[in-house]
């Protein structure tokens, strides 16, 4: 099983979500696409939250896409790829 890549967090109406991949600078792969989407969702269900927070775990907020799990041949495809 795969380390948790965004935690959640909501108290007092306000939802904190932390990017958790210090150790890639909290570059953002796919698995932490889908948790980000998911979390998001259920945010959005939550008529009791009533901010959002982003950061990232470590030193770094995000560093962008983590290239390094793209099999991309170009530029234009790496953003393709992102733009889901």
Avoid: H
């Amino acid at each position: 099983m795969s380390e948790v890549t965004l935690l959640v967090e909501i108290e007092e109406g306000i939802a904190t979500l932390t990017f958790n991949r210090p150790e890639a600078k909290n570059a953002l792969n796919g698995e932490m696409r889908v948790e980000l989407l998911e979390a998001v969702q259920r945010i959005r269900a939550d008529r009791d939250v009533r901010a959002v927070v982003l950061r990232g775990a470590g030193n770094d907020f995000c560093s962008g896409g983590d290239v390094r799990g793209m099999s991309v041949t170009s530029a234009e495809a790496g953003r393709n790829c992102m733009a889901g």
